[in-house]
């Protein structure tokens, strides 16, 4: 399904060509390109009001730096580390991209 971007580069074309036949005193094509413009702008408009703007482009897969060796294993799931003075789980500071600082201990999960 086309999103708010597909009908508004749409409607620029179909303006564009409006204004072709306007310049080549064709009045009446000019209206119904103008007229085809319009429609693609209210879509895009009653799209934008429904759904908001288009998803955003899918993220980059992330790329996993080397396994340290330390902790449970060399997968992303498996990139934790435990504590014994508070008995917490934590991504592993050494490989896991998504690592907290200790700050943000309200990630951690007990085991
Ligand atoms: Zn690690």
Redesign the pocket.
């Known amino acids: 399904m086309p999103g708010t971007r597909d009908h508004l580069a749409t409607a620029e074309v179909l303006a564009g060509e409006a204004l072709a036949f306007l310049r080549d005193h064709q009045y009446d094509m000019a209206q119904v390109y103008r007229d085809h413009s319009d429609l693609y702008l209210r879509l895009a408009h009653a799209r934008h009001e429904l759904i908001g703007a288009d998803a955003p482009p899918p993220r980059e897969p992330i790329v996993l730096p080397p396994?340290?060796?330390?902790?449970?294993g060399p997968d992303l799931q498996r990139?934790w580390?435990s504590s014994e003075k508070d008995d917490g789980l934590y991504r592993?500071?050494?490989?896991?991209p998504y690592a907290l600082s200790p700050e943000d201990a309200s990630e951690v999960t007990s085991s």
């Open positions: 396994w340290c060796g330390e902790c449970d990139r580390t592993c500071r050494s490989c896991n």
